[in-house]
């Protein structure tokens, strides 16, 4: 073999082998401080470290996410009801302030939304997004929250936190990021509790196998309009993993209307496969390019 085609081999090799798709980071979940909102209370700076928000380009805020690698974020597919368009939104990352001038944060352009398809079949079930960030966020500035694995099911009554700048009463959005404990709360009870004085949804499964269900039975805390897509976390081994996404509820913190979130768990798959897909569409189209070009230099060996 020539010098030329050995050195073309090589390149080729390096380029469509050796990229990979982006990976979740082996570092998640370093909170600085392991310790409608409704109920809630403000948090402390560095405790949720992964929380951001999603909002319009004048600043105004839709929704929470959390950041699950450097360059992606986890939010809810009925965020985007208003556009699909990834230039009508931005992130800020980093603070625990719900305006825009605040020190040490960033505002990040989005350049990929990535709605799951099952949200655009039926809007019943697949609440959950990934968003694709024009530039990396910095280690300083945001810490991504781990993932659950597939099989991860937690205790009915396992106390997790969920945090947003969702309305704290009737349609008031908090300024402060807020925090609150929530139990877990089994499907079965939830679909009971959802059905109770609500005969006109009698017949109907609210709870599809993708939900999770948490709050109290009395009520009184609860995530709220405006949390849509931030995290529930709970706490495994002293790691803070992500198990639920803000979704939907009847109200907010009512009793017996507990707070319905995505199971995370039931879409670690899909989404370690999005973030893989997501780089290797270039190496592989590289690589295909670069085919046509290679083979005849190969063959005059
Ligand atoms: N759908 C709401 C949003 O877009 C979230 C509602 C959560 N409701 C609840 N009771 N936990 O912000």
Known sequence: MGPWAGSLLILLLQLSGG??????????????????????????????????????????????????HPRWVLTAAHCFLESHNPWFYQI????????????????????????????????????????????????????PVCLPEPQTALPNGTSCWVTGWGSTQERVLADTLQEVTVPLLDSETCEQLLHLEQPSLAGMQLIQDDMLCAGYGGGKKDSCQGD??????????????????????FGCAKPNRPGVYTRVPFYTEWIHRTLNDSTHVHSASLGLLLVPLAVPLLGAL
């Open 92 to 143: 800020k990352v980093g603070g625990l302030s719900r305006y825009p001038t605040e020190p040490n944060t960033t505002i990040t352009a989005i350049s990929k939304i990535i709605i799951h398809p099952e949200y655009r079949q039926n809007w019943l079930s697949g609440d959950i997004a990934l968003l694709q960030l024009d530039t990396p966020v910095q280690p300083s500035q945001a810490t």
């Open 228 to 249: 849509s897509g931030g995290p529930l976390v709970c706490s495994i081994n002293h790691t803070w993993v992500q198990i639920g996404i803000v979704s939907w509820g």
């Open 19 to 68: 990229t990979q798709g982006d990976v979740l980071p082996a570092e998640c979940s370093n909170s600085r401080d392991p310790g409608r909102i409704v109920g809630g209370q403000d948090a402390h700076a560095g405790r949720w470290p992964w929380q951001v928000s999603l909002r319009t380009r004048l600043q105004e805020h839709i929704c929470g996410g959390s950041i699950i």
